[in-house]
């Protein structure tokens, strides 16, 4: 088993972990780089042995103009070719709302330390034009069944098949490993909706995501998502329903709004020669 690890989520959750502030003095104390490392070189240890790793795993990082300088100095002292930086393919597809326009992310002192750390230790893949769990799902879709596991906390990588773990952190408790079927299943607890297949797709083109500034369906919620899709036999049933309530709800020209959810939405899972990434369209299976 390989790990395929999402390094986004770690280079934030070890960056904020090695720094705090001192209760008297009200001053942000860092830790030095060196305990750092040893921080980050233990989480993944940890993550390799939760899911039986048998390889080296590989690291995922989305690419930006700083971390493009980074890769492209490393590229030269190993006598690689430098990268053109490409911003991720969903900020020209976001008519709605702007992607991710929300986010204001304070980043962690060791942000560009830590990337640089695993750009010379670790087998690293850098997305450039799309995002790092865009290659994570692609990466799973074409390797050999159950070869290959997804490392992150992030749920939305949770519609992709095949196996998955999530480290636990702070309030949230660990995923897996555990298998990921094509269809999926679909939870309501307290208001709160968890999924994985294409149930947990489908639902979100119903609630939107928050966390990256997509609407979704108007007015649609978990509650109705839930009604949906939870008891939903296949995806043909799951795009009947789930397009039924966008005709009902926009009408006309809904299908223009539909196709921006579903590409803001739905993990990249194929590559056009170019690395640019295959769009989503629904064929019917």
């Not at 993944?44 to 980074?70: A, F, V």
């Not at 990268?83 to 980043?107: D, H, M, T």
């Not at 830590?114 to 893949?125: G, P, T």
């Not at 050999?144 to 992709?160: E, N, Y």
Request: charged letters at 25%; aromatic letters at 10%.
């Amino acid at each position: 088993m390989k790990c395929l690890i999402d390094s986004d989520v770690l280079v934030y959750e070890i960056g904020f972990s090695s720094q705090f502030t001192d209760e008297e003095s009200g001053e942000l104390v860092i830790l030095d780089f060196d305990k750092v490392a040893e921080m980050l070189d233990q989480r993944i240890r940890e993550i390799e042995e939760e899911c039986w790793s048998t390889e080296p795993s590989t690291l995922y990082l989305t690419n930006d103009p700083t971390l493009n300088k980074m890769l492209n100095r490393h590229n030269k002292a190993h006598g690689l070719p430098p990268v053109e930086y490409k911003e991720n393919f969903r900020v020209a597809l976001s008519v709605s709302k702007p992607y991710k326009g929300q986010r204001k992310q304070e980043k962690p002192f060791h942000r560009d330390n830590i990337r640089a750390y695993m750009l010379s230790k670790y087998d690293v893949v850098v997305a450039n034009g799309l995002e790092a769990d865009d290659l994570l799902a692609v990466h799973q879709t074409i390797a050999p069944p159950l070869s290959t596991i997804i490392c992150t906390r992030d749920k939305d990588l949770r519609m992709v098949q095949g196996m998955h773990y999530g480290w636990p952190c702070g309030a949230q408790p660990q995923f897996g490993p555990k298998q990921v079927d094509g269809v999926g299943e679909l939870t309501l607890h307290n208001g709160k909706l968890k999924g994985t297949g294409m149930r947990f797709f489908y639902s979100q083109l119903i609630t939107g995501d928050s966390v990256d500034n997509i609407p979704g369906l108007p007015r649609g919620g978990p509650v109705l998502a839930y009604g949906l899709l939870a008891e939903a036999e296949d995806e043909p049933t799951m795009y009947e329903r789930v397009t039924s309530k966008y005709k009902e709800k926009l009408g006309d020209g809904w299908e223009t709004y539909f196709e921006e959810q579903v590409n803001l939405l739905h993990m990249v899972t194929e590559l056009n020669e170019d690395g640019t990434p295959v769009l989503w369209r629904y064929n019917g299976k």
